[in-house]
């Protein structure tokens, strides 16, 4: 059984992605430092895998040189799925040389320990802020990069600019940078999914938190964009759908060399106010909202197209609809009121 490393794998994308290995076959080693996570997501984790599968964790910074040597000497990995890092836009705005410090030196130690230990598969979790405002929509692959709007899009397009060099200086590696666009849901049953430490910054978890009366409303930032309703527009896709992107992925590694970068979207764009309007469906009842001013280093629009992951990953594509989004995480979110605590 293939043993696939996923750093962060007790955070909401890491998590599901975790899931999907085992349900695919693979065995899963997480790797996580609880900083934004929490221990109870292993016992939810215990109890949704699937029957003679296996996943272990090891409690560690991925910035620790010692201890990622450690972990690399004990496992043979097939493979490393690189999900760790700080991950808020806004937070990154006012606090730069965390992100800095934590995104980039995270990634420069797993490549030194990978090399070291002759491990040359790997899929980034990288990010749609690489493109910074769009210059055309549905954004490609081809679209240029680099214009980034806010530190956390910075780390990400530095952190896959470490990753092209460090697969053109050695011609065996094979590197997917998936650009994630905005993933939201949750898991089918209700027991895992986005459980933000504190207020939370991504639209979701701040809606479901005021549907259930955690939050006394939506802040809706920014109501003055050139959007059909004002309110930014995003290709939010399932995390049940991002989380298979990766196991195609995988497929694609092991056939592969360089380093290709592939979105992972649905090639719709839903404005704020739309996908608020789909979770009061879900939950029942008006949710109430109020306008602020806009985040520092958002956008108005940005959604993709597919095409290449399709292509390339055996015809993987999205297949959640944007009701099921909604309904998947609120089910967790009613289940869990106060997330895994």
């Not at 929509?137 to 990400?156: A, F, R, S, V």
């Not at 011609?171 to 209700?190: C, D, M, Q």
Request: aromatic share 10%; hydrophobic share 35%; proline share 5%.
């Amino acid at each position: 059984m293939k043993k696939i490393l996923v750093t962060g794998g007790a955070g909401f994308i890491g998590s599901h992605v975790v899931l999907e290995l085992l349900h695919s076959g693979y065995e899963a080693i997480i790797v996580d430092n609880f900083y934004n996570s929490c221990p109870e997501i292993i016992t939810r984790l215990n109890s949704l895998k699937p029957h003679g599968s296996h996943f272990s964790v090891v409690e560690a910074d991925i910035c620790d040189q010692v201890a990622m040597d450690t972990l690399f000497k004990e496992h043979n990995f097939h493979a490393v799925i690189h999900c760790a890092g700080y991950k808020a836009v806004a937070e990154s705005v006012a606090k730069p040389l965390e992100y800095y410090k934590n995104n980039l030196l995270g990634t420069i130690v797993l490549c030194e320990v990978m090399k070291k230990y002759d491990v040359t598969r790997l899929i980034f979790s990288s990010s749609a802020t690489v493109y910074g405002a769009p210059h055309y929509l549905p954004i490609d692959e081809t679209h240029p990069t680099g214009g980034c709007t806010n530190p956390y899009g910075w780390t990400k397009w530095m952190n896959e600019q470490i990753l092209r060099d460090v697969a053109h200086a050695n011609t065996e590696w094979s590197v997917i940078l998936l650009r994630y666009f905005n993933p939201i849901g949750a898991h089918k049953s209700g027991k895992i999914g986005d459980a933000p430490q504190g207020i939370p910054n991504n639209i979701a978890p701040i809606i479901t938190q005021a549907a259930i009366g955690k939050l006394p409303y939506i802040a809706v930032t920014g109501n003055d964009y050139d959007t059909p309703d004002g309110t930014g527009v995003r290709d939010y896709i399932h995390i049940l759908d991002l989380a298979s992107g990766h196991v195609a992925a995988l497929t694609y590694l092991d056939t592969h060399t360089g380093v290709e970068a592939v979105n992972l979207g649905t090639g719709h764009g839903t404005s704020v106010l739309e996908l608020i309007h789909g979770f009061e469906k879900a939950v029942g009842h008006t949710i109430p909202q109020k306008f602020s001013e806009r985040r520092p280093g958002d956008i108005a629009s940005c959604y993709c197209t597919p095409a290449k992951a399709h292509r390339l990953f055996g015809g993987w594509s999205a297949v959640h609809t944007a009701e099921e989004m909604c309904a998947d995480a609120w089910r967790w979110q009613s289940q869990n009121p106060e997330g895994y605590k």
